[in-house]
Structures are given as C-alpha cells and as structure tokens.
C-alpha cells in the first residue's frame, strides 16, 4: 500500500501531525488496510525500526504500536553509551541526551580487590527512560510512523508464500512486523521461541537516590560481587541530584542461592547492603528481566522480525542493551522495507551477523570464562589499571561492538574448554 492510496495520511501528513503533537495515539489507522510494517513495542529497538524503514522509504506506512502510553518508565540502570548515539545519528535523531551532561569517567571493583578507575574513550550519558524513550518515540512520529496504544496479544502469519500477510490480534494487517516488544516478548513466543533458560537470563532491580557527594569528576560505579558471582550493583550519577542505582544477577544463581520465591528480598536486600549510602528513593525500585545474548535465538526467515531484548541482545558481561536494541532495530527497519516479506528476516539475519556476529561470539567465550573463573575478572582489571589499550578495549567489549584481539582467541578458548562445568 502506498501514502496516495484514499484514506491513507500521506506520510508528510502523518509527520506534520506527529510533529505537532497533533496526532492521537489512540487514532484509527484504516484497520482494513494493510501496514508495510507494523513494529510492537516503541522502545528503543522499535523506535529505531521505525526511523529506518522511514528513512529509507518515506512513503511507507509504517505503525508503531506500545502497549504503554508514553513517557513510561522502564527499570533501566539508564546508561546510554556512546555506540548507541552513533546509530542515533545516523537515524538523524540528534537529540535524544540533550540536556544531560556526559559521564566519561567509571570505576570499576571486583570482589578480589581490584580497581580501576579511568577516563573512558568514549563518554557515557545517563537519561531517565522516562525522558530517553519519549524522545525517540517523538522522533518516530515526527517522520510519519503511526502511534497506537494498544498490547499484542497474538501475532499470526498468512497469506500466500509469495504475498505473505502477517495479522496482529486478529484485526492489523502488515506486509513485515517486526518484534520489539522486549524481554517477555508475545511475539517471540508466536514464532515458538522459548524464554531464555534461567543460566542466560539475569534479573535486576534499579532504583533512584541522592547521587553521592564527591568533590571529584562524576563517575559511574560498577561494584562487583562474588555472592552469586557474576553479580554487580551499580550507581549511575543524572546529573540532576539523583543517581540510577541497581543489582542485578543470573537466575540461575538466584535460584541456586535463595530459591525463586526470594527474588525480591534477596535483590532489594543486596542492594541496600552494597550501596550503604544510598538508600532507594521510596517506591522506585523496579525489577525486569535481562535476556542474555549468551542464548539468542536463530531469526526465522519470513516477515516476522525480533529485536533487542526480544531477540535476546543483552551484552552478557554488563547487561547493556540500548545500543543492541537500537542497532537491531535500526537493521530490523531497513530489512523489512528493503527485502521481500519472505526473505525480510533471511535478509535481516545476515546483516545483524555481519554487523555483531563476531562481537556476540565473544562476549559469550568471555562471559563463559569469566563465570567459571571469578579472578580472571580480577586479573582483567588489575592489568587494565596500566594499560590503557586494555582498559579502552575491555569498555568497547561490554558497551559496543569491541572483540578479542586474534592473537589472544584460540588461548581464551582453550582455557574455557580447560575449566570445570
Ligand atoms: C534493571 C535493568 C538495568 C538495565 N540497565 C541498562 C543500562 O544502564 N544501559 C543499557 O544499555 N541497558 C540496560 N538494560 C537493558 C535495557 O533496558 C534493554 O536492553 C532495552 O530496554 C531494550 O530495548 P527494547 O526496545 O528491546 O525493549 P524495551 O525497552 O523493553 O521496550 C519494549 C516495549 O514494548 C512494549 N511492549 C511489551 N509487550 C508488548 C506487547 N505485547 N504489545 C505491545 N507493546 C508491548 C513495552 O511497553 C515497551 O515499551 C537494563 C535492564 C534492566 C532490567
């Protein structure tokens, strides 16, 4: 379908509405006809669906669909790395931290002693995902994506192999949809994909607090622990007075320690204790999953995409994943204007392997050395104090694309196959 068919806002209309707030979210969208892509879930993955596919194809009738309305909050540490910028700019949203000053300095402690404590490369920003979020959403209706407020509750591929049509809760018709609907994603589980397993899903709790009094530069603090290893609390500095803090670990480790029935006292109660001084704002504390990109699941070909945490995208050693959602989304959005609804997902498959392939092998060959063998973290981080080479490269490994020198591969692997369990 295209934006001069009778009854279709032309996108530029769409975008003037979305621009000025105009447009309802809740406004009906012609249910009979049939979207070019229709994206659940405007988080970030799908946030930057949306801007690709529109960028690409500025006449394409592109629906964004929230089972929130926004600004929402999503429990989040909030940190927004610099990788994940870079794609916003080339999604030509420009604005999206605007206000919120740089963090570029993060110490990081493990339970063994070591610290280190060093300027980044690259700096951090750290933006509530009530105000981060509502940004992006903006930015997709100002280029003409439709907002509906609305859950997807069954997602169900038709039509013919050739013109295949994909029908969201038995009335929305779309060429592609892509899922972007997170960690408890409906959509993975219309294309029968299971959960996570416990030992490649984390939980975690954040909350909100006075940001520590320093005289020094601000700094993101990662606190490391050993009980229920991997484990860490963090504290994320705003900049406006509070600060983002959090716990998170594996279930499996949860389980393993506490049983699953004491998720909330064992993470609220590690919290409090590792952040001593700085109790949680009341009623702030939240808790989500994290799916791990230690067990992502393979892309089906056909016109039903997963992105981010629905596809399971999360960076396994330090649980971030704007940038992952934001990146997938971004190629998620270009695969389903660009390919054939049947070859969409064969298509997005390749480029999301050409562009993380080799990144995401290596965060699980690091994250499965570093679970079994606590002090190999010690020892990254001791030698990271003196080298900065070491130090740059470990931040690009657990916030961007960054990969494991060549020379040192074929030696991690080893090692790991060496290691018990
Ligand atoms: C406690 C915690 C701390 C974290 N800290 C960081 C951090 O500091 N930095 C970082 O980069 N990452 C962090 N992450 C990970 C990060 O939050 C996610 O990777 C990121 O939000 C993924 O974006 P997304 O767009 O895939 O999903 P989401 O941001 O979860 O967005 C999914 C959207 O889909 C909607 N939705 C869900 N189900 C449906 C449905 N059935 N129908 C319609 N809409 C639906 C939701 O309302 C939501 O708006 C953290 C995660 C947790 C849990």
């Not at 080339?90 to 493990?110: C, E, I």
């Amino acid at each position: 379908m295209t934006a001069s068919e009778p009854g279709v806002p032309s996108a530029a209309a769409r975008a003037a509405a979305g621009s000025a707030g105009a447009a309802d979210p809740c406004a009906p969208v012609g249910l009979s006809e049939v979207a070019d892509l229709l994206i659940l879930g405007a988080g970030p993955a799908g946030c930057a669906a949306a801007l690709r596919a529109l960028q690409l194809r500025p006449d394409a009738r592109v629906v964004l669909m929230d089972a929130a309305d926004f600004p929402r909050d999503k429990a989040c540490g909030d940190g927004i790395a610099p990788h994940g910028l870079d794609v916003l700019r080339a999604l030509g949203v420009s604005d999206a931290v605007a206000g919120y000053r740089s963090v570029d300095r993060m110490r990081l402690r493990t339970p063994g002693g070591a610290e280190v404590a060093t300027p980044c490369r690259r700096a951090n920003h750290v933006v509530p995902r009530t105000v981060f979020d509502a940004r992006l959403v903006a930015a997709a209706r100002a280029r003409g994506a439709v907002l509906l407020r609305r859950r997807a509750r069954s997602v169900v591929a038709g039509g013919s192999v050739d013109e295949p049509v994909v029908v969201v809760n038995g009335d929305l018709r779309a060429r592609v949809v892509v899922g972007a609907d997170g960690a408890n994603s409906t959509t993975r589980r219309a294309l029968g994909i299971g959960p996570n397993p416990p030992e490649a899903l984390a939980i975690a709790v954040r909350g909100y607090a006075d940001a520590p009094h320093t005289s020094g530069p601000p700094e993101q603090l990662i606190e490391m622990t050993d009980e229920g290893w991997p484990a860490y609390a963090w504290s994320f500095p705003i900049g406006d007075g509070r600060a983002n803090i959090g716990y998170g670990m594996l279930r499996s480790k949860l389980a393993a320690l506490h049983g699953d029935a004491a998720g909330r006292t064992v993470l609220h109660g590690t919290l409090a204790r590792m952040l001593p001084d700085q109790p949680a704002h009341p009623g702030t504390l939240r808790a989500h999953h994290l799916p791990l990109s230690t067990w992502r699941p393979r892309q089906p070909d056909g016109p039903v995409l997963l992105a981010g945490d629905a596809a399971s995208l999360i960076n396994p050693l330090t649980g971030e994943g704007i940038y992952y959602a934001l990146l997938s989304g971004s190629l998620a959005g270009a695969a389903a204007v660009t390919a054939t609804p049947a070859r969409a997902g064969a298509a997005y498959r390749k480029a999301l392997d050409r562009e993380l392939g080799r990144h995401l092998r290596h965060t699980a060959l690091l994250a499965g050395l570093a679970g079994r063998r606590r002090t190999l973290m010690d020892s990254a981080v001791r030698a990271a104090r003196h080298r900065t080479e070491l130090y740059d490269n470990l931040v690009e490994i657990g916030l961007g694309r960054g990969t494991i020198p060549t020379a040192s591969v074929a030696r991690l692997a080893l090692r790991k196959l060496a290691l018990p369990g």
